[in-house]
C-alpha cells in the first residue's frame, strides 16, 4: 500500500482558506486518494476523494499534481468547526484496506 | 445520506465480562467493518464482512468475534473483556462497487475496561 505524509499540525485564520499538503511518491496508478477528517471524539467523516484529476464538492477541493506524488486539499473558507485531524490516505482500487496515518491536526483560530 | 449508527457512545465494563457493540446502517450497503483506534496507532480494522453471515479477519482479530444477521447490522463481541481492549471501537459500512468504495464511519463507541 502506498504510504502518505502529512505534516502534524496547521493553524489556519477563520474566514481564510486551508491548504493541507500530503506526499504519496510512491502511489500506483489504479490508486485513489481520499481524504477523511476527524472531529474530536467522533467518527471520520469522509470529504472528497480523487484519482488523477482535480474534484470539488460542498465541503473541499482537491488538487492532486500531474505526477500524482501529492495533492492539496483545500476548505476554501475555514470556520472554528473545521479544526479537527484531516487524513489523507491511498486506497487501492477494489479493496477495503483504508490505513489512516496519524494525519495533521488543523487549527481554526478567530 | 448515509448514517451508520452505534449502539452506546461510551461504556463501562469489566474485566472478563461479554462486551457486545453494536452498529447499523441504513444505505443497504455489502460491506460493513470494525476498526479501533488507539493514540499513536491509528485506525486498525478488526474484522470485516461482505455479506451477510460472511465475515473476514482483519488486522487484530484476536479476542474479538462478529456476527451479521442482518444485512444492515454488524455486531462485535468481546468474548472476556480485557484492560488491553479498553480503546475508541469504529464502525464503518461501504457499498461493493469492485472499483472504489468509499466507507462512512459511525460516531464510535468509547470503551474502557476495568
Known amino acids: 500500500d502506498a504510504k502518505t505524509t502529512q505534516p502534524t499540525s496547521m493553524d489556519c485564520a477563520e474566514g481564510r482558506a486551508a491548504n493541507l499538503p500530503c506526499n504519496h511518491s510512491t502511489i500506483s496508478g489504479n490508486e485513489y486518494v481520499y481524504w477523511y477528517r476527524q472531529i474530536h471524539s467522533q467518527g471520520p467523516q469522509y470529504i472528497i476523494h480523487g484519482l488523477k484529476n482535480n474534484e470539488t464538492n460542498e465541503m473541499a477541493s482537491l488538487i492532486i499534481t500531474e505526477d500524482r506524488k501529492s495533492s492539496t486539499l483545500i476548505l476554501p473558507h475555514a470556520t472554528l468547526r473545521d479544526t479537527a485531524v484531516y487524513y489523507c490516505?491511498?486506497?487501492?482500487?477494489?479493496?477495503?484496506?483504508?490505513?489512516f496515518g496519524t494525519g495533521t491536526r488543523l487549527k481554526v483560530l478567530a | 445520506d448515509v448514517k451508520v449508527t452505534q449502539s452506546s457512545r461510551y461504556l463501562v465494563k469489566r474485566t472478563g465480562e461479554k462486551v457486545f457493540l453494536e452498529c447499523v446502517q441504513d444505505?443497504?450497503?455489502?460491506?460493513m467493518f470494525w476498526y479501533r483506534q488507539d493514540p499513536g496507532l491509528g485506525l486498525r480494522l478488526i474484522y470485516f464482512?461482505?455479506?451477510?453471515?460472511?465475515?473476514e479477519k482483519g488486522d487484530i482479530p484476536e479476542g474479538y468475534s462478529v456476527s451479521r444477521e442482518k444485512k444492515e447490522r454488524f455486531s462485535l463481541i468481546l468474548e472476556s473483556a480485557s484492560t488491553n481492549q479498553t480503546s475508541m471501537y469504529l464502525c464503518?459500512?461501504?457499498?461493493?462497487?469492485?472499483?472504489?468504495?468509499?466507507?462512512?464511519f459511525g460516531p464510535g463507541t468509547r470503551l474502557l475496561v476495568l
Open positions: 490516505i491511498v486506497i487501492t482500487s477494489g479493496t477495503y484496506k483504508y490505513i
Open positions: 444505505m443497504d450497503h455489502e460491506n
Open positions: 464503518a459500512s461501504s457499498i461493493r462497487t469492485g472499483v472504489f468504495e468509499t466507507q462512512y
Open positions: 464482512s461482505y455479506d451477510v453471515k460472511m465475515k
